[in-house]
């Protein structure tokens, strides 16, 4: 059975840090590109970074010099570090997995900033 296993979310501060994390098992496909995807509330959910399994990374524009996106393709994890995080930033923060015969997705962490 395929798991992506998302860890890290919660409620923060305005300022504050959050670290993401997902761990994807069962999947016996080739996996190409890993990353996070968000959802707030009454919007449609938008890319936040990804990266390639060559580690190169893509940034939404507003996560860009705050994000950091890493990966581990030995146990197929995908992290993505969220610092001085906004109240825009509250959503729902989805892992997302690409492989050569489907893709997957987490079924979503909280992520709260609020003062």
């Known amino acids: 059975q395929v798991q992506l296993m998302e860890t890290g979310g919660g409620a923060v501060q305005p300022g504050g840090s959050l670290r993401l994390s997902c761990e994807a098992s069962g999947i016996g496909a080739n996996i190409g590109v890993m990353g996070w995807y968000r959802q707030a509330p009454g919007k449609a959910r938008e890319v936040v970074a990804t990266?390639?399994?060559?580690?190169?990374?893509l940034y939404a524009f507003f996560a860009k010099g705050r994000f950091t996106v890493s990966r581990d393709n030995d146990k197929n994890i995908v992290n993505l570090q969220m610092n001085a995080l906004k109240s825009d930033d509250t959503a729902v923060y989805y892992c997302?997995?690409?492989?050569?015969?489907?893709?997957?997705w987490g079924q979503g962490t909280q992520v709260t900033v609020s003062s």
């Open positions: 997302y997995v690409r492989t050569d015969i489907q893709d997957y």
């Open positions: 990266m390639s399994p060559g580690g190169i990374p």
